[in-house]
């Protein structure tokens, strides 16, 4: 069902004009008519020749813009009214400028009110809006002059209303299903109805959707368009929708009622800005605007991408728009930006990355990834946005988001895109990254890992844990397990347990450390089965725990030493007749206890619980209950 606008200025007759197209009166608010002026959405349907079109019926006075704008997106088509007695007025160059911005190509433009002129007069404003309309998208749109008080030109009209959407379509608009809410209220019994048009996918009976931003779930009870239930809505109708499950006092308009599978929402976003002639004056970075997509409206602030201080009246270029608080974007969607007094339209534009990070002023090759990203190819869109992207890898549910695609075809595009790496690999990718960045992660961890040994270099490696904190990227730890898999894989690093090193990588001592580790050794040693503890040998040898625990790795590697707890060693030759003693004891009595062990040993308990649960870790014994057992 193609769905029709009306615009143009204050009194110039939209609401009576679709009052004589369908017989419908759109306003339906008390004030509305008491004050005989639209103040917001009014909403109707014209059965014309090819199909049944809505009509979303706007406000034309200034202050009520904000209303306008929240009708305006969706629309396929406009009747755009100029009264003949007012001619061009200041919301007659607004509503066109919103039209031109969010790319409405079809329209009809109706000089109303012509009872009340002559046709020179008509004839006039006929030139008013050819020369209004140049260089818009609705240049060279019909005009028709009608009186909806005598009824003269409306059998005109409707056949050019026929006419215009008779043109096929076109193709679908990409991705899941999308309706902003422009209504939203409770009736009782029934719960929560939300009223919209929906741009893009379809949602069914029944089905589970999301309402952006918040992320809650709700099921689709039912689904009316235009007073007629019906079990499937698709892109392009106007939907009223019953919600169960969810309870929001303020839902309603900024709110957008989603497909499942889109979850994420931005408060940074780059786009392609134009200012229009209204702008007045140069638009500097940084400044602060009004910015409406969809319903919804937010007061951000747009940052100029490139050398440029500014955006100068009647040109486009590339920027970032911040916004306080999120709001739902993707690739391809219109917005208006007006100026933060909301006074007047300044300019619009196309989103081209939801998902943006900050930029650097002298960022290389910005303008050319953000042109590929805008540009209608999938493929190059999927490599241009890895390659803007914050993150190291993006998994495919982000990618397809930001693309307005559905998953399976962001999965194609991701496939045939040259440079692309699936993590961890083609036959079952968890994220996407690039090649470019796949051999910067690498030579980031190969250098994280050379550094380390040469600032530690009697430690054994570097914890995995401590290496993936101190990268450049916010990298995911099984994303980066698998770019430490391929490094070992290729023989460039070795993995043992947590701890990876180079494979050159050797611990050895000097002469001073190895002096410090014979000393360590014998006063083991001396200790037998109550050997001193690591404090207890800081003491001894007036040395930092540090490099104590670097000297205990390297004779524990040469065999010299057995870390029995964290901070408790045996000289080797200790250990292995502790060893023996348990070993033997269970043979003969089948089991040991602490208390007997401790006895054997003529240690502590302290020193018996230790020993006995390094016999478990090192798979000697088996704890059951109080007792060990070997472990067959």
Known sequence: ????????????????????????????????????????????????????????????????????????????????????????MPQTEEHLDILHLLGVRRGIFVITKIDLVDAARVAAVREEIEILTLDTTLESAPIAPVSTVTGEGLDVLRREIDAQLSVPPGPPPPGYFRMPVDRAFVIRGHGVVVTGTAIAGTVSEGEVIRVLPGGEQARVRGLESH?????????????????????????????????????????????????????????????????????????????????????????????????????????????????????????????????????????????????????????????????LAPEFASDLETVAQALNLREDEARAALASAPGIVPIPDGSSPEAYTTADLSRQLEDAVLAAVAAAHREQPLAPGVEMESLRSGLPWAVAPRIFRSCIDRLVAARRLVREESVVRSPDHRVSLGADARALGDRVERLLADGRFTPPDLRQLEDAMRAGRDRLADVLGVLEKEGRVARIGPDLWYARAAADEAKAIVVEHCQRHGDITAATFRDRIGASRKFAIAFLDWCDRTGVTVRVGDIRKLRH
């Open 1 to 88: 069902m193609p769905i029709i606008g009306t615009a143009g200025h204050i009194d110039h007759g939209k609401t009576s004009l679709v009052r004589a197209l369908t017989g419908q009166d759109t306003d339906r608010l008390k004030e509305e008519k008491e004050r005989g002026i639209s103040i917001d959405l009014g909403f109707a349907y014209l059965d014309a020749a090819e199909a049944r079109a809505g009509i979303v019926d706007v406000p034309g006075h200034e202050r009520f813009i904000r209303n306008m704008l929240a009708g305006a997106h969706g629309v396929d088509c406009v009747l755009f009214t100029v009264a003949a007695d007012d001619g061009v």
């Open 227 to 387: 007073g007629a239930a019906v079990a499937t809505a698709v892109h392009g109708q106007r939907v009223a929708m019953n919600l169960a499950g969810i309870d929001r006092e303020d839902l309603g308009r900024g709110h957008v009622v989603c497909h499942e599978r889109i979850a994420r929402v931005t408060d940074r976003l780059d786009a392609r800005v134009e200012l229009r002639p209204a702008a007045r004056r140069p638009l500097p970075s940084h400044s602060r605007v009004r910015f409406h997509l969809g319903t919804a409206e937010v007061i951000g602030k747009l940052i100029v991408l490139g050398p440029e201080a500014a955006l100068e009246p009647r040109t486009t270029g590339w920027a970032q728009i911040v916004l306080p608080e999120p709001v739902l974007a993707m690739r391809g969607d219109r917005f208006i930006l007006r100026d933060e007094t909301a006074r007047w339209t300044i300019g619009g534009g196309e989103v081209v990355n939801p998902f943006a990070s900050r930029h650097r002023r002298s960022e290389a090759g910005l303008a050319e990834r953000l042109e590929a990203l805008r540009g209608g190819d999938p493929t190059a869109a999927a490599r241009a946005f890895l390659d």
